[in-house]
């Protein structure tokens, strides 16, 4: 008997989704007035409102998504970011999106 072979471990917890930043905006009713600063400033102050919009959410972040949108940061990271916010934003009632 080789010691710690024989443990098992416990599986690990079913995480919910989250959803991405810009849907969480959307659906709190986030106004543009707060999100478009991210887009229209250059660094470092854009990070730092990111992160004034994230503290404002206290919502748990999926790192999987976060990670690899804080790593390719800039003017195409930036786009994507407000045009997920105004789709779902001005999306009809029934078909909210999904990402």
Known sequence: MVPGRDVQRAPAP???PTASIPLQCARREISETRF????QRDAPHDLLKLRSLLVQLRT????????????????RA?????????????APKGKQRTL
């Open 36 to 39: 478009l600063p991210i887009v």
């Open 60 to 75: 748990p972040l999926d790192w999987t998504e976060f990670g690899p949108l804080l790593w390719n940061w800039g003017n």
């Open 78 to 90: 930036k786009r994507d970011l407000m045009e997920t916010y105004y789709l779902t934003l001005y």
């Open 14 to 16: 079913a995480r919910a």
